[in-house]
């Protein structure tokens, strides 16, 4: 089983994006996917066809302790992977566990139980360094970071970089970086093409081949509550995300 921590502290990067996509990629691919929604607006949840208006039970009581990821996991109809959800209800696990022993390996000890299961974990992050992303770096044996190629993107990427080191030395001394992303790529922006060229220079392999395009199949996807793959599988963002999820299966083949 891989974990991946989708993560990203800048906002609007197609972080949850990239996340359902993957998942419905991977699956289309015949691996067993689970994606976890960590992020309390529950765009993850709803871009997958789960209503968070109508969940008993979420990753929240999880985290607390109130129930397993067996008794809250989900089933979307159409997506081919497994969703644990949120809903605003995971904003009040912060305040909640802060003073609980081991709450940095909350998501850990819950994905303990699982891990015959499924080929890929997916954690879509909250766009902030709070203990939920803490959680999710904990866990994670990777971190795949989505990323805009523009002129703030390589300021916040040194903050992150930074944050996984700390993680790093302090509570999972083997989470590495998997990749860089570069979404909502323009070919024909001038900026778009410098920022690409100076990720490159300095992440080198870890920069995905794969780019994902501004795609509108791409963007209307999650209103219908479905992956872009069963919205629309000719479209160029379904056919960039299928590639993505054949070059992490192939990184991972060839580096064991």
Request: aromatic share 4%.
């Amino acid at each position: 089983m891989r974990i991946l921590a989708i993560t990203n502290q800048k906002g609007g990067v197609g972080k949850t994006t990239t996340c359902v996509n993957l998942a419905a990629s991977l699956a289309a691919t015949k691996r067993r996917v689970l994606l976890i929604d960590l992020d309390p607006q529950g765009n993850a949840t709803t871009g997958s066809g789960v209503d968070k208006s109508a969940l008993k039970h979420t990753i929240y009581h999880v985290l607390i302790g109130e129930k397993t990821l067996d008794e809250v996991r989900v089933r979307p109809e159409l997506s081919g992977f497994d969703v644990i959800p949120a809903n605003r209800e995971l904003a009040g696990a912060e305040v909640e566990l802060v003073n609980e022993l081991a709450r940095e390996t909350r998501l850990k000890q819950a994905l303990a139980g699982i891990e015959p299961n499924y080929d890929y974990v997916l954690l879509d992050c909250p766009p902030a360094l709070n203990l939920v992303t803490v959680n999710a770096l904990t866990a994670a044996h990777a971190v795949m970071i989505p990323m805009q190629c523009e002129y703030y993107a390589l300021e916040g990427l040194s903050d992150l970089v930074n944050t996984i080191k700390k993680v790093r030395a302090h509570l999972n001394a083997t989470l590495e970086i998997e990749g860089l992303l570069r979404t909502m790529f323009d070919p024909r922006n001038m900026l778009s093409q410098q920022v690409s060229a100076q990720l490159i220079q300095h992440f080198g392999d870890k920069v995905y081949r794969t780019v994902i395009p501004r795609n509108i199949r791409l963007a209307e996807a999650p209103s219908y509550g479905l992956p872009v793959l069963h919205h629309d599988r000719t479209s160029k963002g379904a056919q960039a995300y299928l590639a993505l999820a054949g070059e992490i299966i192939n990184r991972r083949a060839t580096n064991g």
